[in-house]
T-cell receptor, first 118, second 114 residues
Framework: DAGVIQSPRHEVTEMGQEVTLRCKPISGHNSLFWYRQTMMRGLELLIYFNNNVPIDDSGMPEDRFSAKMPNASFSTLKIQPSEPRDSAVYFC????????????????FGDGTRLSIL | EDQVTQSPEALRLQEGESSSLNCSYT??????LFWYRQDPGKGPEFLFTLYSAGEEKEKERLKATLTKKESFLHITAPKPEDSATYLC???????????????FGKGTKLSVIP
């Protein structure tokens, strides 16, 4: 079975440019999560969706960050304009089975996008 | 606020030298505690879920245990391929219906030397 697919794997761009990260969750999963990982802060949840609807975006650092999930098989995280302090590894994860509402289904992660803002 | 603290930050073991990693947590009510393994350049890979104090789960050389305040990941006779960063995460009972939010610790980087 295909896991969570993220693209691109690496992105290097200059400060001020728009960056778009993409994620395809595991088919049948109804929750999708965007995380950021840095050495200093570890894994931080940015935003998560349930059934394509954003549930909690309190982890989004600033208005420069936005995320969308137009359908069950695709999500984007956009940074505009980008800044050097946004450099990190961004992970997408999916979980859940729509048959289980109150569930402890584990989250399954993609291999991330390593973002470098110069 | 949910908190997860892992110790030690890094651990070097000789091949075959058993040890344990610690995950201490503070959460209003625990729905589940998760262990993940992360290899360099990869995303976290799910290992175990523990739900209640006293529960244990095993997979090959790994055994995870849970008390009301902490979890241990015991590694028995480790091999070099067990080298990775091990992450612990908690999910709180008050996460709400349809919500699967996890709070992660910063991880323990394990190195197993041949």
């Amino acid at each position: 079975d295909a896991g969570v697919i993220q693209s691109p794997r690496h992105e290097v761009t200059e400060m001020g440019q728009e960056v778009t990260l993409r994620c395809k969750p595991i088919s049948g999963h109804n929750s999708l999560f965007w995380y950021r990982q840095t050495m200093m802060r570890g894994l931080e949840l940015l935003i998560y969706f349930n059934n394509n609807v954003p549930i909690d975006d309190s982890g989004m650092p600033e208005d420069r960050f936005s995320a969308k999930m137009p359908n069950a098989s695709f999500s984007t995280l956009k940074i505009q304009p980008s800044e050097p302090r946004d450099s990190a590894v961004y992970f997408c994860a999916s979980s859940g089975d729509s048959r289980y509402i109150y569930s402890n289904q584990p989250q399954h992660f993609g291999d991330g996008t390593r973002l470098s803002i110069l | 606020e949910d908190q997860v603290t892992q110790s030690p930050e890094a651990l070097r073991l000789q091949e075959g030298e058993s040890s344990s990693l610690n995950c201490s947590y503070t959460v209003s009510g625990l729905r589940g505690l998760f262990w993940y393994r992360q290899d360099p350049g990869k995303g976290p890979e799910f290992l175990f879920t523990l739900y209640s104090a006293g529960e244990e789960k095993e997979k090959e050389r790994l055994k995870a245990t849970l008390t009301k305040k902490e979890s241990f990941l015991h590694i028995t006779a480790p091999k070099p391929e067990d080298s990775a960063t091990y992450l612990c995460a908690v999910q709180a009972l008050d996460s709400g219906a349809g919500s699967y939010q996890l709070t992660f610790g910063k991880g323990t980087k394990l190195s197993v030397i041949p």
